[in-house]
């Protein structure tokens, strides 16, 4: 029961705040690096969450130094790994010699490639590393549970903690960010609560931290190519593509596909086209020849843009059957034919739709003389031929997946880097010579690297998620930037082609799945008020954008700004009882103060072992711990002081008795640890195997079965939960495999123990620190 009695407003508020709170965060110096407040914040958020879950998600805005944040979050919690990108690799070499600290490096691709080993769930090797934290960088690579990179990262993280960085976790829809939030959540990753996955997951814009010295964004900017609409009518009248054997593209993503080529360049749409007319012939070669070829079969012998034909058809193709292909040959041929129109029609324009965007590039390089600029294009084509034509300006240069080119000739990718960014990349400068100041490059180079020394980003086309353009914009809007100012560019899509692919149309809906998911701004580009011929203005802070939607991180992030301006103003208010003191739990009652609000309510700190949540309740709703919610009351709880009548503080005490008390009766009805099927289909088994063993093994048996139910009753993950699942396979397949349930036990309570990562915090005695009435009287 709940005795409480009458304290300061200020001295309840900063209780409350002290245990929603935490550690108040106090910069320093990790290795070489000096830590600002907001990384050290968030890095003390990120290793209680380690502790607690097993995991924690970092997702603060591109350029807010996520990078030594984790690293700082991880300082200490033993044997290190990161997985990221191979194109980072150098970044974090960098990174962690200026920490002084030591980890191993595992890149997606090489995840990619891996195998493996499905009986243990450990990778093929010669040696198993066991690693205590996996840091995955850039981690919305890792967003698709189909694929064999999440099937090994999971199997990775399987026993050790896991932390996720990324700006950009949802690309496509919130399915994206449940995947990433299982690699340690698991399966009950749908049925947590707002208020955990708010424990989980930082997230910050650069209006939240208002940094010092972080470049302000200025409004974006369209620009317009002309093209020539004859080679889009080309395009369109293209007939559709017979697919092979196994299915293939819809004829709609094959049109979708050359518009948006055409958009770029005539380059990337001429490459495109030549791609498209090969495979038709390839595929007209085989059915000739009375074959009916898979995808993967055309593939085998289409290489390049001149689509080398590497076998006779009737050598690759694995089915033997002769098909009458006539009417599917007519289709094919059909197909090439219109790619062809569409060819020579790209021939005759003679390239004036690339001299219109050569001219606008350098319309705004001359525009912004003196600073750095970067190009992005999806299209290595686009990026070969601006590079080709504007080389001859001086200080350009082309990076694409086969490395970078300058005028002089080849160089590695790491070099160009240098000579565009020394001062981020912390390396000699070059020769006045050797300097690179326009990097026209592909996205490969749109993540995780540092490119502060520029200050412009031009997007020749626009990517298929709006998170790749947050990411191409982070390379320059970040921490650490000497400009006062940073520009963004894009050259819209031509008008009738974005009538056919409503390109902006779809990057809008994919962010504001985004936004409602995770709080990530629509970039100013995607603003309804934002379109090839307007543009919307934006603050010193960042970009303006309308009133962030009630999500669950962007909710905790507003409330915490809230309670630590409570704390400031404690220090300027004295207690009554003389003390500045604000622990959580030395008060044997609860303390208790009332100030006036909209609204009839209360908030409350209930700490539990070593975990603080805030409660509220809104007269008429359930008492709750979801931020979105709490929001609101929070923001009432700054009204001013009013007398606490004791007949409120009775109402408030006995609500949230109550609440405590359905919390703890669904705690210990598993209502609030539901698990996944895997915990439930292993607990059936347990079932099954304690009820058919035989009478003198049963009470050994027992035993066991309650030891590893115990065991996996805490374990969560997407690799735990996969591990599980197959140790059910030897008992399903063969009744032999109940002769030796003891082993079968043994080895679920072994994978359960070394599966278990996060603290016990949960357990303990249940106090209640303070109270807050809301009162509307």
Request: proline share 5%.
């Amino acid at each position: 029961m709940i005795t409480w009695r009458i304290a300061d407003v200020a001295l309840v508020r900063a209780r409350l705040a002290a245990g929603a709170l935490g550690d108040a965060p106090t910069p320093r110096m990790l290795g070489t690096i000096l830590l600002r407040a907001h990384q050290c914040d968030a890095a003390g958020r990120l290793r209680r969450a380690l502790l607690r879950f097993g995991g924690a998600l970092l997702a603060d805005d591109v350029g807010l130094g996520k990078t030594y944040t984790a690293l700082a979050a991880a300082d200490g919690l033993g044997r290190l790994l990161v997985v990221g990108p191979a194109s980072l690799r150098f970044m974090w070499r960098q990174s962690l010699d200026a920490t002084g600290m030591h980890a191993d490096f595992l890149s997606f691709e090489t995840l990619s490639r891996r195998v493996v080993d499905r009986a243990s769930g450990r990778h093929a090797s010669t040696e198993t590393v066991a690693y205590d934290v996996v840091i995955v960088d850039e981690a919305h690579h890792a967003r698709n549970p189909a694929t064999r990179r999440y099937a090994n990262l999971a199997a990775l993280t399987e026993s050790s903690r896991v932390l996720l960085l990324t700006a950009t976790p949802v690309h496509n829809a919130r399915d994206d960010l449940d995947a990433l939030l299982a690699l340690f959540l698991g399966s009950r990753v749908r049925q947590a609560v707002p208020g955990d996955l708010a424990a989980a997951i930082v997230r910050r814009t650069h209006g939240d931290v208002r940094l010092v010295g972080t470049p302000a964004r200025a409004p974006p900017i369209w620009l317009q190519a002309r093209t020539d609409s004859a080679v889009l009518a080309a395009v369109l009248e293209i007939p559709p593509a017979s697919p092979p054997r196994d299915g293939g593209v819809a004829n709609a993503l094959v049109t979708l596909g050359l518009v948006r080529a055409w958009s770029s360049t005539d380059a990337a749409l001429r490459a495109t086209l030549r791609r498209r007319v090969a495979r038709a012939d390839s595929l007209a070669d085989a059915l000739i020849a009375g074959r009916h070829p898979t995808s993967l079969e055309l593939r085998a012998w289409v290489v390049g843009d001149d689509a080398t034909q590497l076998a006779f058809p009737e050598l690759v193709t694995q089915d033997r059957s002769r098909v009458d292909t006539s009417e599917l040959l007519d289709l094919v041929s059909a197909h090439a034919a219109g790619g062809r129109r569409a060819l020579r029609a790209l021939a005759q324009c003679k390239g004036c739709a690339d001299h219109s965007r050569r001219e606008l590039l350098r319309r705004v390089r001359a525009d912004h003389a003196g600073r750095r600029m970067v190009v992005f294009s999806q299209y290595a084509e686009s990026v070969r031929a601006m590079f080709s034509h504007l080389v001859q300006d001086g200080g350009v240069c082309a990076v694409t997946a086969h490395g970078a080119v300058v005028a002089g000739g080849r160089l590695s990718r790491a070099e160009a880097l240098a000579r565009f960014a020394p001062r981020a990349l912390r390396v000699r400068p070059p020769s006045r010579a050797d300097v690179i100041t326009m990097l026209i490059a592909t996205d490969l180079l749109s993540e995780g690297l540092n490119l502060q020394d520029a200050a412009v980003v031009v997007h020749l086309d626009l990517p298929w998620t709006p998170a790749r353009l947050a990411q191409r914009m982070g390379r320059v809007w970040r921490l650490g930037s000497d400009h006062t100012d940073v520009f963004e560019y894009a050259i819209a899509p031509p008008p009738p082609a974005e009538r056919i692919a409503a390109v902006i149309t779809r990057l809008h809906e994919k962010a504001v799945a985004a936004r409602t998911a995770m709080g990530i701004e629509l970039s100013p580009l995607l603003h309804p008020l934002a379109s090839p011929s307007s543009t919307h203005t934006q603050n010193r802070t960042g970009a303006e954008s309308p009133a962030r939607l009630p999500d669950v991180p962007g909710a905790s992030e507003q409330i915490r700004q809230l309670l630590l301006q409570w704390l400031e103003q404690l220090s300027h208010v004295r207690p009554e009882d003389g003390s500045t003191a604000v622990a959580v739990g030395d008060e044997p009652s609860t303390i208790v103060a009332a100030v006036r609000a909209p609204f009839d309510g209360w908030l409350a700190a209930v700490a539990t072992g070593q975990q603080v949540r805030l409660v509220g309740r809104r007269l008429g709703d359930d008492a709750t711990t979801d931020p979105t919610r709490l929001l609101t009351m929070v923001r009432a709880a700054g009204g001013v002081p009013c007398a606490a009548r004791p007949a409120s503080s009775e109402r408030a005490a006995a609500e949230l008795n109550e609440f405590l008390r359905f919390t703890t009766a669904a705690t210990v009805a598993g209502l609030a640890d539901s698990g996944s099927s895997a915990h439930a289909r292993i607990s059936s088994r347990i079932a099954c195997l304690v009820a058919a063993s035989p009478p003198h093994r049963r009470a050994a048996i027992s035993r066991l079965a309650a030891k590893a139910n115990r065991a996996i009753s805490g374990v969560a993950g997407a690799g735990v939960e996969r591990a599980l699942a197959r140790l059910l396979r030897p008992t399903e397949d063969a009744t032999e495999g109940l002769t030796e349930p003891e082993q079968w036990l043994q080895r679920i309570t072994e994978l359960a123990r070394s599966a278990r990562l996060s603290a016990e915090d949960d357990a303990g005695h249940t106090v209640v620190p303070a109270i807050l009435l809301l009162s509307n009287d």
